[in-house]
């Protein structure tokens, strides 16, 4: 028997949907251990991707669609690498991604797959890519990976009543979106949330996080949720816990130092604590 024990993933912000020096996108995020997705050997499904061999398979564990933890595309690596490793052949995650059409504008949950942790993707070339548009409706492959390092806290994770948006929601978002501050957000990525993840400064991570929130496409996407996602967010930075959505959200995050922080999270707003996988998805033989 097999397994293919997944990943899922948190989203911080995209960096560039404007293009003005020829990239587009770009992206940073962390793996999560949980929730996950465990493929593993049975007869309640098949794979039937041109490309992929047609195994049949049983879903152990998973975790809701379309609520900013990268579902879609972590269901598709893990199904397609699943069945590549059951025919012992070894495919990188952006092998997988080409096949599934997947890491057209976000590289993390492509990278995130394969190396876990923090993640940091370069975006795309307008050679390649000409314009911004949601995954589900471009043919772009995975971004250059620029950095991937441990990530080191715990995530605190609450995924209150708010909006699912996907598919032509989630195109008209990309095509209607009047960004800005995308200046400021380049420096407060660069200069502040990502050498701070380097040197364990949780402090000026959630100060940097908390800017995110209202600049470039973030702010897009978190003006789109619902009044109760805002106020969660709202009533977590009371307690000193600057907080993000992840992707479009309603995914609601923040990130502690240790247990005990997280669990009165928990204890106070419900959601959940979990902590970063820092090795990828991994397959296990019995």
Request: glycine share 10%; proline share 5%.
């Amino acid at each position: 028997m097999m397994k293919l024990i997944g990943i899922s993933r948190i989203h911080i912000t995209l960096f560039d949907l404007e293009g003005k020096y020829g990239r587009l996108d770009g992206g940073m995020g962390v793996a999560l251990k949980y929730p996950r997705i465990v493929i593993k050997t049975g007869e309640c499904e098949e794979i039937n991707i041109d490309g992929v061999p047609k195994e049949k398979f049983c879903i152990e564990e998973d975790y809701p669609a379309h609520v900013g933890l990268g579902h879609t595309t972590q269901y598709l690596l893990s199904i397609t690498k699943y069945a590549f490793e059951k025919n012992f052949q070894r495919k990188t995650s952006v092998e997988l991604a080409k096949l599934v059409k997947r890491g057209s504008t976000s590289g993390i949950g492509v990278y995130a797959f394969e190396y876990g942790g923090f993640i940091v993707d370069g975006g795309h070339s307008l050679k390649v890519k000409k314009e911004a548009l949601p995954s589900d409706f471009s043919t772009a492959p995975p971004p250059p990976l620029l950095l991937r390092v441990d990530f080191p806290w715990y995530i605190y994770v609450n995924i209150p009543e708010g909006r699912r948006i996907f598919g032509k929601e989630e195109l008209a978002a990309f095509k209607n979106a009047k960004l800005e501050g995308l200046d400021t957000l380049a420096r407060v990525v660069l200069m502040e949330f990502i050498p701070s993840v380097i040197e364990k400064d949780l402090e000026n991570v959630l100060d940097a996080l908390d800017r995110i929130q209202n600049l470039g496409f973030k702010k897009i996407e978190v003006s789109l949720q619902t009044d109760k996602v805002r106020e969660l967010m709202k009533k977590l930075k009371s307690k000193g816990f600057p907080s993000g959505i992840s992707s479009f959200g309603p995914a609601v995050y923040t990130f502690v130092n240790s247990r005990r922080e997280g669990e009165e999270l928990v204890s106070t707003f419900g959601g959940f604590l979990t902590e970063p996988n820092n090795k990828g998805a991994k397959v296990v033989w019995n």
